[in-house]
């Protein structure tokens, strides 16, 4: 018997002999970047500061070019994209390390403000961003402005937020850097659930160990390379199992 075997799946990201330079060719924040994510993956980005991590992920995101190179999010190569801002809106979800909440906007209405061209109406957005607030764990503090949160509720907004149009790929640079121990637990169960539940695809850019290592890989970046590509791969159902052993 002839097994039939179709096309090796398309992955979520893949970049192809990234580079991006800085003052003309003086300052290279990254050199020729190979790096493939899977879909429904959840990778963790590490390195020292300054190595090209957060540069990489914000040309995943569109929201700068590379000099050379390709960059393609879904199999499709992001220089062919009409509109950067249709792509994150539509397509990913952007968590940083400073959440970037609107201080006079309750939670909820920072949530609803990411909706806002999506094509959905007032009563949709509302539903949703109530829903989202309760699968960060934020039910009862729809109306609380971003002062009267914490740092940990502020971020679980930010990424509630992110989650608005239903991506199918969350970008987290940071994401813990300015939160306590307990907040930082509970980002990382959120996002395993996210991973889980959904089969969300998760590229995460952290300097912090214990952060990393709840990911299914860890990429270490060093002047502006991947180091060690297919470092801690490991097998998972995307379909929501959690990793083997």
């Given amino acids: ?48 500061s300054g190595c090209g991590k957060s540069t990489l992920l914000h040309l995943i995101a569109a929201l700068d070019n590379p000099t050379s190179g390709t960059v393609r999010v879904n199999g499709r190569d992001l220089r062919t994209i009409a509109s950067g801002t249709r792509f994150r809106r539509e397509e990913i979800g952007l968590v940083f390390q400073l959440h970037n909440l609107l201080p006079r906007l309750s939670a909820q209405a920072n949530v609803e403000i990411a909706m806002i061209g999506a094509h ?50 969350l ?31 998760i590229l995460l850019v952290t300097h912090d160990p214990v952060v990393a290592r709840a990911a299914h890989r860890i990429v270490h970046m060093r002047d502006g390379k991947v180091t060690d590509p297919d470092a801690g791969t490991v097998v998972f159902d995307t379909r929501g199992a959690a990793p083997g052993p």
Avoid: C, H, W
Avoid at 134 to 160: D, H, K, T, Y
Avoid at 173 to 200: C, H, K
């Fill in 1 to 48: 018997m002839v097994e039939v075997t179709g096309p090796p799946p398309v992955p979520a990201i893949e970049t192809v002999s990234l580079t991006k330079f800085y003052d003309g060719t003086t300052v290279r924040a990254l050199d020729g970047v190979e790096l493939s994510v899977a879909r429904g993956e959840y990778v963790a980005i590490t390195g020292p």
């Fill in 120 to 169: 959905t109406s007032r009563r949709q957005r509302v539903t949703r961003a109530r829903e989202l607030l309760a699968a960060v764990e934020l039910q009862g503090m729809e109306s609380r402005r971003p002062p009267q949160l914490s740092g940990g509720e502020r971020q679980r907004v930010a990424i509630a937020r992110a989650l608005a149009n239903e991506p199918q790929i």
């Fill in 171 to 201: 970008l987290a640079d940071e994401p813990t850097g300015n939160l306590d121990s307990a907040s930082v637990t509970t980002v990382i169960a959120l996002f395993e659930r996210l991973r889980a539940e959904a089969g969300m695809t």
